[in-house]
């Protein structure tokens, strides 16, 4: 009891620092688990016109899992991880998802590159693309490999500039939907809401 009767709320530090360490381990856990499988999964598959489609598709479901995750972020009681969550799937995802085309592109036309590329090769010609780096040490050679170049460019401008803002009103939403809803849980592991300061007085 306070000294003016009202119960003390008692701090919940060991919820909070739960909190804290899921928001480093959980998105670190999973862009990891992403990256090991491409370099375990086997890409035995000739680049042809299948391939070509399965780049598509694939990017379909990218931008289908991005929907559904920023429906998640809006309903999520801590919007802000979940926002973490869904860059440290969605960015690698997309990356390695290109990766592995201009890997399988050059396994089945050699000469695509100025030079052969293996898969560590494939995932640091997509970075320098998406970062607008560009040191071209690796450059595409053949129109195919410049096609699909150009697509990730594009690509890459709509993940930055649109998407980034999408994961960031999702945010804002599920944070406005907490402090619209008495006694909610916050990020931190406190209450919004009256219940969080107690009556007036």
């Given amino acids: 009891m306070t000294g003016s ?3 003390a709320v008692p701090p919940r530090p060991p919820q909070r620092r739960s909190w804290r360490l899921r ?7 999973t862009a990891t688990a992403l990256v090991l499988a ?6 035995d598959e000739r680049f042809t016109g299948g391939a070509a489609v399965s780049l598509v598709l694939g990017l379909i479901g990218v931008l289908a899992l991005f929907l559904w995750q920023i429906r998640s972020i809006s309903r999520s009681t801590r919007p802000r ?6 860059l ?4 690698p995802l997309f990356l390695l998802l290109f990766a592995a085309t201009y890997y399988l592109l050059e396994q089945a036309k050699a000469g695509s590159f100025n030079e052969p590329l293996s898969r560590t090769g494939s995932l ?3 970075l320098t693309v998406f970062s607008t780096v560009g040191f071209g040490d690796i450059v595409a050679r053949s129109e195919p490999a410049r096609i699909i170049t150009m697509v990730q460019m594009f690509a ?4 930055v500039g649109v998407a980034a803002r999408v994961i960031v009103g999702a945010v804002e939403t599920g944070l406005r939907r907490q402090g619209g809803v008495p006694g909610a849980a916050r990020e931190d592991g406190g209450r919004t809401g ?3 300061r107690g009556p007036a007085g």
């Fill in 88 to 91: 440290a799937t969605i960015v």
């Fill in 194 to 196: 009256p219940d969080a």
């Fill in 156 to 159: 890459d401008l709509l993940l």
């Fill in 5 to 7: 009767g009202t119960p």
């Fill in 124 to 126: 640091y010609f997509t």
């Fill in 23 to 29: 928001t480093t381990v959980r998105p670190l856990a």
């Fill in 38 to 43: 491409y370099y375990v999964l086997p890409l």
């Fill in 81 to 86: 991880l979940r926002a973490v969550e869904t």
